[in-house]
């Protein structure tokens, strides 16, 4: 069975700096990984995805991830935050076709002014 | 284009009722998943539908059920509330559009049990 590790439930990190979130994740085959953004009273919006190809990828708002896959990582970064990125941020996995979203607990980003 | 929608917005229940919430995907999706959130578990599956079948399902008991219609709206029913039921619940409209797989949640509908 999947499962998604999120290691920090809390990151308060103060404007313009750059910031880490980290992702980890335990699948027994191939996976499709995906990092969403909560912002209050919200849905999710989907920040980015790795499906296959070129292990960094980019997303809305100038976020990134790459893809780790001998260390089942997926870590999201942004080189330097805004006050409108004080969210809620989670990681997800799939095994692709039908297979449902397994997401982690989400990490809380606070951005500092 | 008009994005997901859900209603009702908010909804206070109380234990031993039902209640009934709705999903629009969007335009061309077929898909439809709901998702529960709350702060002790997080996001968790409870089912997709397709095509109005069911194509999969999440661990949770009887009492939670849906359906899809042939516009493909979706609505899931939870029966007898119980206090733990209280939640956010998302539903996410997934299809092929212009040649790209594509998901959109909607804003959710947060349920309330006292």
């Known amino acids: 069975a999947q499962s998604v590790t999120q290691l920090d439930s809390q990151v308060p990190v103060f404007e313009e700096a750059p910031v880490e979130l980290r992702c980890n994740y335990s699948?027994?085959?191939?996976?499709?990984l995906f990092w969403y953004v909560q912002y209050p009273n919200q849905g999710l919006q989907l920040l980015l995805k790795?499906?296959?190809?070129?292990?960094l990828v980019k997303g809305i708002n100038g976020f990134e991830a790459e893809f780790n896959k001998s260390q089942t990582s997926f870590h999201l970064r942004k080189p330097s935050v805004h006050i409108s990125d004080t969210a809620e941020y989670f990681c997800a996995v799939s095994e692709g076709g039908n297979t449902p979203l397994v997401f982690g607990k989400g990490t809380r980003l606070s951005v500092i002014a | 284009k008009a994005g997901v929608t859900q209603t009702p917005r908010y909804l206070i229940k109380t234990r031993g009722q039902q209640v009934t919430l709705s999903c629009s995907p969007i335009?061309?999706?077929?898909?439809v998943s709901w998702y529960q959130q709350t702060p002790g578990q997080g996001l968790q599956f409870l089912f997709e539908y397709f095509s109005e079948t069911q194509r999969n399902k999440g661990n949770f008991p009887g009492r939670f059920s849906g359906r899809q219609f042939s516009n493909s709206r979706s609505e899931m029913n939870v029966s007898t509330l119980e206090l733990g039921d209280s939640a956010l619940y998302l539903c996410?409209?997934?299809?092929?559009?212009?040649?790209?797989?594509?998901?959109?949640f909607g804003p959710g509908t947060r349920l309330t049990v006292l």
């Open positions: 699948s027994s085959v191939s996976v499709y």
């Open positions: 335009s061309g999706h077929r898909s």
């Open positions: 996410a409209s997934s299809g092929r559009l212009a040649g790209r797989d594509t998901q959109y």
């Open positions: 790795y499906l296959s190809g070129s292990t």
